[in-house]
């Protein structure tokens, strides 16, 4: 049972614009920023925004991030087939002192 | 370019202690703080442990109790240690870098763990 929640799945068809939501506590995501990870079939996740909302060096400007209260968002914009992973919301939690993950998003495209 | 990979046992026997090893190349462990992080075959994410520079760690409470990180900072690596393994345990163990901002910058290729008799 994982500390921060997502659904499951999310899809949309090329070019459309897909969020996904996460929503956690006043321990996590309500102190602290929220980071997401981007992650293809057998290989490790890898850093897509940070600080809620920063992106990091070469990821594209369709990717965003936003928190307000104890909820936190990804938004894909101009959706591509490339698009296609697994995504993960992360914060550090107070209570538990370590980080927690959300359960993970599956991300298709139509 | 800095690179973390992981290296260990890919099968481990039920009971036994699990010790894996993540090299850091091309890069300084200072001012990092490392972590393990685990996923189990189709699932999602487990945060395991960190160690700081300087050896100050923190664990995952549901893992605490078996679980030990340590750094050699004189020589770039950082190891993890988990005892009384289960077929729970199965899974790819990743190492990572915290900058210090409660995020993962980089990550290993991810080893696969399997816990069986």
């Known amino acids: 049972q994982s500390v921060l929640t997502q659904p499951p799945s999310a899809s949309g068809t090329p070019g459309q614009r897909v969020t996904i939501s996460c929503s956690g506590s006043?321990?996590?995501?309500?102190?602290?920023?929220v980071n997401w990870y981007q992650q293809f079939p057998g290989t490790a996740p890898k850093l897509l925004i940070y600080s809620s909302n920063q992106r990091p060096s070469g990821v594209p400007d369709r990717f965003s991030g936003s928190k307000s209260g104890t909820s936190a968002s990804l938004a894909i914009s101009g959706l591509q087939s490339a698009d296609e992973a697994d995504y993960y919301c992360a914060a550090w939690d107070d209570s538990l002192i370590g980080y927690v993950f959300g359960p993970g998003t599956r991300v298709t495209v139509l | 370019q800095v690179h973390l990979q992981e290296s260990g046992p890919g099968l481990v026997r039920p009971s036994e202690t699990l010790s894996l090893t993540c090299s850091v190349s091309?890069?300084?462990?200072?001012?990092?703080?490392w972590s393990w992080i685990r996923q189990p075959p189709g699932k999602g994410v487990e945060w395991i442990a960190y160690i700081s520079d300087t050896g100050s760690t923190n664990y995952n409470p549901s893992l605490k109790s078996r679980v030990t990180i340590s750094v050699n900072t004189s020589s770039n690596y950082f190891s993890l240690k988990l005892n009384s393994l289960t077929a729970a345990d199965t899974a790819v163990y990743y190492c990572a870098r915290d900058p210090g901002a409660s995020y993962f910058d980089l990550w290993g290729r991810g080893t696969l763990v399997t816990v069986s008799s």
């Open positions: 091309g890069g300084s462990i200072s001012p990092y703080y």
């Open positions: 006043s321990s996590n995501i309500g102190r602290n920023t």
